[in-house]
């Protein structure tokens, strides 16, 4: 998150996190017995003798082919349709890691296409702009899956201009571009995958390892807000805020098939004070316990009343 429109500060070295109040539905039941719960899926022995049964009967396959094979097996898809195959490699991993099983060696380093992806300058206009938010409403928040004309732009202001940079991005996502009513952009938003563990998260939403291993992917993780360093225009950050997730879940099932339940955030203190979540009506949940951050949280947009519908494993 960067921008003109919070201050910065020199001295602080805490990080804060924001969530939505909708935390509190992903709470849920039953525990898992004599089973893993690997990548979202529960693994119980007779997934286990299919992968080993796999192994010893195809001794000279590839771990990228036995990956693969074990999607088609076990019909493991993405809602697009596409076979979950990196899901399945990481999961073949966890079971070695665990001594359930001994993968054949690797080929070869993986090829990783977004390690060195350079991106190309994309000219854009850098005035000044100053006008209050009513002369530039109504803004335009373009969903760039949905939009992909718009994506070179985004990319290039995020690697230019956000104090983290930006390459690429991995796992589920959604990528925003906002533009003023005379299609000058003005921010840029990422919505990624949500953080594996985060202790102040994790309790208020009341859920155990195993069912955040399933659910997790019901939840994001706003890792980029950029407002552009020329943009100068009080209130528009928790108004964009605002308005992008008025539409975020919407967006997440069209995208992904499944339900967006909560979304988080971590600000860095040394640099920022998270004032535009606390407007937009974020929840501050405290800090991290490892690299000192803030969370912050949003809210679910479809809460059940509080004893009712639980998520469970």
């Not at 992968?51 to 074990?70: C, I, K, T």
């Not at 054949?104 to 209050?132: F, G, T």
């Not at 563990?197 to 706003?222: F, P, S, Y």
């Amino acid at each position: 998150m960067t921008g003109g429109w919070l201050p910065q500060r020199e001295q602080a070295k805490n990080i804060s996190i924001f969530l939505l109040d909708s935390a509190r539905a992903l709470t849920q039941s039953a525990a898992v017995q004599n089973t893993l719960v690997l990548q979202g899926r529960s693994i119980g022995a007779a997934h286990l003798q299919q992968v080993q049964h796999l192994l010893e009967s195809h001794p000279e396959w590839s771990r990228y082919r036995l990956s693969r094979e074990l999607c088609l097996l076990w019909n493991w898809r993405a809602p697009n349709g596409q076979l979950k195959d990196m899901a399945a490699r990481t999961l073949l991993l966890k079971l070695e890691q665990r001594g359930h099983i001994c993968l054949p060696q690797k080929r070869r380093p993986s090829p990783n296409r977004m390690l060195h992806k350079e991106l190309d300058p994309v000219a854009h206009d850098s005035q000044l702009i100053n006008d209050p938010l009513a002369q530039l409403r109504p803004l335009e928040a373009m969903e760039l899956s949905q939009c992909p004309e718009g994506l070179a732009l985004y990319e290039w202001l995020l690697h230019q201009y956000h104090y983290l940079s930006y390459a690429s991005a991995v796992g589920l996502n959604l990528k925003y571009l906002v533009r003023d009513c005379r299609g000058r952009p003005l921010s840029c938003l990422l919505f990624g995958s949500a953080a594996w563990k985060c202790e102040v998260r994790d309790q208020l939403i009341g859920w155990n390892c195993a069912q955040r291993q399933v659910h997790l992917q019901q939840l994001t993780n706003n890792s980029r807000f950029l407002i552009l360093p020329w943009v100068r225009v009080p209130q528009l950050a928790s108004h964009i805020l605002s308005r992008v997730l008025g539409r975020l879940p919407q967006d997440w099932q069209i995208k992904y098939a499944r339900p967006l339940r909560l979304v988080e955030t971590f600000v860095d203190t040394s640099r920022f004070e998270g004032v535009c979540y606390r407007a937009a009506n974020w929840l501050d949940l405290g800090q991290t316990t490892g690299r000192k951050q803030q969370v912050l949280a949003s809210h679910n947009w479809n809460r059940p009343p509080n004893g009712a519908k639980r998520f469970k494993t």
